[in-house]
């Protein structure tokens, strides 16, 4: 079992940016498609951005398309997500997830996800 730890979040300004990232252990992450969900208060978690195993299929959900870019180091174990144009409305916990394929990752908490992480709070100030 894959063990990850996501790191980078914190308070930012809207129309600012983030980089978040997810250490794997235990496993290679290059044997999971890998994807990042969130969690506002009150909210279901959601789907965020999914990818592949070797980065061929990427997808985004379209409240992030075009802000957010998902992509990973296999060979570091690792992936990211850089988050720009923050709104205060992704203001959530962020939580890195891994699963066998990317369309579980995609299809979101129905079906994804082998692990997660403990999560990373994003604030988006106005």
């Known amino acids: 079992q894959v063990q990850l730890v996501e790191s980078g979040g914190g308070l930012v300004q809207a129309g600012g940016s983030l980089r978040l990232s997810c250490a794997a252990s235990?496993?290679?992450?290059?044997?999971?498609?890998m994807g990042w969900f969130r969690q506002a208060p009150g909210k279901e978690r959601e789907f965020v951005a999914g990818?592949?195993?070797?980065?061929?299929?990427?997808y985004y959900a379209d409240s992030v398309k075009g802000r957010f870019t998902i992509s990973r180091d296999n060979a570091k174990n690792m992936v990211y997500l850089q988050m720009n144009s923050l709104k205060p409305e992704d203001t959530a916990v962020y939580y890195c997830?891994?699963?066998?394929?990317?369309?579980?990752?995609?299809?979101?908490?129905?079906?994804?996800?082998?692990?997660w992480g403990q999560g990373t709070q994003v604030t988006v100030s106005s």
């Open positions: 990818i592949s195993r070797l980065s061929g299929s990427i």
């Open positions: 235990g496993r290679t992450v290059s044997q999971y498609a």
């Open positions: 997830a891994a699963d066998s394929v990317v369309s579980s990752v995609v299809a979101g908490i129905a079906r994804c996800c082998k692990a």
